[in-house]
């Protein structure tokens, strides 16, 4: 079962917006709107972030969107705040083992 | 609010057998809307699901860990297990449960327990 490719990390200034992407394949993000994204500040548990590629769950802040196309979906972060600063995951359901598979995870860093 | 526990050894010899039982409060685990499940990450690595539950007992396991892992339920004490047999170095790592509110085709693991860190080590 290969991971999903996420960049290891990506950077940006307060205020400015970042895009982090989560590349798969036919069996799981190309065919399935069954993509999440999870933030885990360090030393804490991962939090939903999206549900179902662009969802957003009750409290999550509207500068937290998701997109995809073909076989990538993206987390777009806007107005970047020092509180985003984490580790982030993707997910998609995968017909291939049947269930979920992972993203490598990305580091963010705010300038 | 769901609530999710998670509790068992800290320490595990190699070859021997990892148990984890994660304990659900705030809701029921019979519930139809949610599977419940196992991820793990190791110290300084990603995220690795290890396989998921639904409360009738049907199961989905990693393929690079099936041989190993048994996940089941018991609704009367609204808890769910995991036991992961010959475990080596390799198998330490905090271990997560989580509720998936989804159905067959995946979906979100929406509430995290704490998370409980796990080492092999004779």
């Known amino acids: 079962q290969s991971a999903l490719t996420q960049p290891p990390s990506v950077s940006g200034s307060p205020g400015q917006s970042v895009t982090i992407s989560c590349t798969g394949t036919?069996?799981?993000?190309?065919?399935?709107?069954?993509v999440s994204w999870y933030q885990q500040p360090p030393g804490t548990a991962p939090k939903l972030m999206i549900y179902?590629?662009?969802n957003r769950p009750s409290g999550v802040p509207d500068r937290f969107s998701g997109s995809k196309s073909g076989n990538t979906a993206s987390l777009t972060i806007s107005g970047l705040q020092a509180e985003d600063e984490a580790d982030y995951y993707c997910s998609s359901y995968t017909s291939s083992s049947t269930f979920e598979v992972f993203g490598g995870g990305t580091k963010l860093t705010v300038l | 609010q769901l609530q999710l526990q998670e509790s068992g050894p800290g320490l595990v010899k190699p070859s021997e057998t990892l148990s984890l039982t994660c304990t659900v409060s705030?809701?029921?685990?019979?519930?139809?809307?949610?599977?419940w499940g196992w991820i793990r990450q190791p110290p300084g690595k990603g995220l690795e699901w290890i396989g998921s539950i639904y409360y009738s007992g049907s199961t989905y396991y990693n393929p690079s860990l099936k041989s190993r892992v048994t996940i089941s339920v018991d609704t009367s004490k609204n808890q769910f297990s995991l036991k992961l047999s010959s475990v080596t170095a390799a198998d330490t790592a905090v271990y997560y449960c989580a509720s998936l509110y989804g159905d067959t085709k995946g979906g979100a693991f929406d509430i995290w327990g704490q998370g409980t860190m796990v080492t092999v080590s004779s």
């Open positions: 705030g809701g029921s685990i019979s519930s139809s809307s949610y599977y």
């Open positions: 179902e590629v662009s």
């Open positions: 036919s069996s799981d993000v190309g065919s399935y709107n069954r």
